[in-house]
């Protein structure tokens, strides 16, 4: 078990940033830890790295309790931090230097392990610029470079790709994937591709609360309901009266396209596939069929349901 | 101790690339050798006894620039800076215990410091010179008065860390801390204004003259004495505002 979480509680004053999450890292695992703006990620992440303690509740990482083996702890992870603030006034060799001293990696190693990691974020051409001088990619990957000198067990990324173009974040995205054969990494993010990209599992928090936990396409696919699509020669009526003797189908609607067919939508039950039994239905009254689909959920779909649209349930019940 | 010694470093170096430190030391090797120089020409001219002058040199108003203001300006960064950029966020959760940072810090501060202050050696080995003065400077109060001079300004840098590390605006941190010095430079007088007929005491006064920082100067150190109470005072309140300061950047950490 590389991390492990246990009702931890965060408060800042009257609000609870995170309340009562609970959730554990295997090693080797890559983890992405998605939520909207303010859900709580960050919180999470700086408890996880000794920076801001919890209020209340168990962590601990690679064996070690955050409250009395900090420096254990830290020890154990690397950090990139969501705005990346490093010393501008230190040019980005030395300043991986420092960190690496910083950290406690032997003399004789430090240089290779500097190398190693520069090479890897591919900060290696701006390597005599200061670090206030690069752009804000090369930063990302300065910070990056960060976690990765002392290579510790853990990498902790918090939104790694914030405020990069397409092309960084691709690299950002490989150099993860990468990583992931010798390090277990949770990293959060609100954007969903990469997170379903990258990661083996996702846990979404929403409201400092766990609101999933699972493989990003088994999560999709026993959560959201799915859409069929059929256009079949009939009239609407016709069409209804066809899939009327199938409980799982929901939200039935039918219009007329004016060409002589018509077509349905409805929403199918998470696990189900509805189109044996609609094909069946449709050739019982010879309707030609034209198309007969099932569209999948995205895990935007999914993200959607757990977050926004779980506040709007609560929101009628109360 | 590795923290300490990589964060001594990493800071010392930082000192060295700030054009503060320079405009510093431009201003005070000016603003010293004029003084020392117009003051060796008063020795000189009024036949004065050449032993007395590593003690007025404490007097001089370059000296109170280095005691009043300089400590302040350059600890303001010290945590200040970590704060307002956010780099205290990569500093704390940097595997090294809180104590580590702040003396390594400390230290740095202690070191550029002191190096500010090496070249007015210089200016009293020059007044040795018969070309100059010529004096027949005495050693031993020479050394005594930067011993002191450097256990003072120890305990005046770790409170500008403290003052440092309890805001994130360098300038509020620069101010609190130089309050503080003018506060310990005028407290023996204010002590013996307000206390009036209370003051006068035997044991009043003793207590009073301990923590007449400038006056201790004049009457031991630059006359050669060392009074280890005075170091006592020195260490012990060095040690304390340290602590202080160890417990103020730790206090992030605490629910």
């Known amino acids: 078990m590389m991390i492990s979480v246990r009702d931890l509680r965060k ?38 790295t000794c920076f801001h303690p919890a209020s209340s509740g168990e962590v601990r990482v690679n064996g070690f309790d955050v409250r009395t083996q900090g420096v254990d702890v830290r020890r154990s992870i690397g950090y990139l931090p969501e705005n990346v603030p490093l010393y501008p006034d230190l040019r980005v060799e030395e300043y991986l230097r420092y960190r690496a001293a910083l950290k406690g990696v032997p003399r004789k190693q430090r240089r290779a392990n500097v190398e190693r990691a520069m090479e890897r974020s591919g900060v290696l051409e701006v390597r005599n610029k200061l670090v206030g001088h690069v752009s804000r990619g090369y ?52 954007i969903l591709a990469e997170v379903q ?62 060409d002589g067919y018509a077509r349905l939508r409805a929403r199918a039950e998470p696990m189900g596939d509805p189109r044996e039994a609609v094909a069946l239905a449709l050739a019982a009254r010879s309707a030609a069929v034209r198309e007969l689909r099932l569209d999948l959920p995205t895990l935007e779909e999914f993200f959607y349901q757990v977050t926004e649209g779980s506040d709007r349930d609560e929101e009628s019940v109360a | ?76 960064r010290c945590f200040a800076e970590e704060r307002r950029s956010g780099s205290i966020e990569m500093l704390m959760t940097a595997p090294l215990r809180d104590f580590e940072v702040v003396l390594g810090k400390w230290l740095a501060a202690v070191a550029f410091y002191s190096l500010l202050w090496l070249p007015s050696v210089v200016l009293l080995w020059a007044l040795t010179m018969p070309q100059f003065l010529g004096a027949d400077l005495a050693f031993g109060p020479v050394f005594s008065a930067y011993i002191g ?107």
């Not at chain 1, 996702?202 to 699972?214: E, S």
């Not at chain 2, 300004?153 to 130089?178: E, P, Q, R, W």
């Open chain 1, 11 to 48: 408060q800042f004053g009257a609000t609870a940033a995170v309340d009562g999450l609970s959730f554990e890292v295997q090693r080797g695992e890559v983890v992405g830890f998605l939520g909207p703006n303010g859900a709580g990620k960050t919180t999470t992440i700086r408890a996880l």
């Open chain 1, 139 to 190: 930063r990302q990957r300065t910070g990056l470079a960060d976690a990765l000198v002392a290579n510790p067990p853990i990498l902790i990324l918090d939104e790694p790709t914030s405020g990069l173009d397409p092309n960084q974040r691709r690299r950002i995205k490989a150099l993860v994937k990468e990583l992931a054969q010798e390090h277990t990494i949770l990293f959060s993010s609100h």
């Open chain 1, 197 to 258: 990209d990258v990661s083996s599992r996702i846990l979404v928090i929403h409201r400092g609360r766990l609101r999933a936990d699972g493989a990003p396409s088994e999560l999709v696919a026993a959560g959201s309901e799915r859409v069929l699509r059929v256009e079949a020669a009939a009239t609407a009526q016709q069409l209804l009266a066809a899939v009327s003797g199938l409980p799982s189908l929901r939200c039935k609607e039918a219009e007329d396209l004016g």
């Open chain 2, 1 to 76: 101790m590795n923290g300490t010694l990589v964060t001594l470093k990493k800071e010392l170096m930082s000192y060295f690339y700030s054009p503060v430190s320079y405009l510093i030391a431009v201003l005070f090797y000016l603003w010293r050798g004029f003084e020392v120089s117009a003051l060796a020409q008063t020795f000189s001219t009024y036949q004065l006894d050449q032993d007395l002058f590593p003690s007025a040199c404490y007097g001089l108003t370059s000296t109170f620039f280095m005691v009043l203001l300089v400590p302040g300006v350059l600890t303001m």
């Open chain 2, 149 to 255: 001079m450097f256990l003072l300004s120890a305990m005046l840098l770790a409170f500008g860390c403290f003052a440092s590390s309890l805001t994130d605006n360098l300038l509020l941190a620069a101010i609190v801390a130089i309050l503080f010095n003018l506060g310990l430079l005028k407290l023996p007088d204010m002590l013996r204004n307000e206390l009036g007929e209370l003051a006068t005491g035997y044991y009043a006064d003793q207590w009073i003259t301990k923590l007449d920082v400038m006056g201790n100067f004049a009457q031991w150190w630059a006359r050669g004495l060392v009074d280890t109470s005075q170091v006592w005072f020195y260490a012990g309140g060095t040690m304390f505002v340290l602590f202080l300061t160890a417990l103020s950047f730790s206090a992030r950490r605490v629910a």
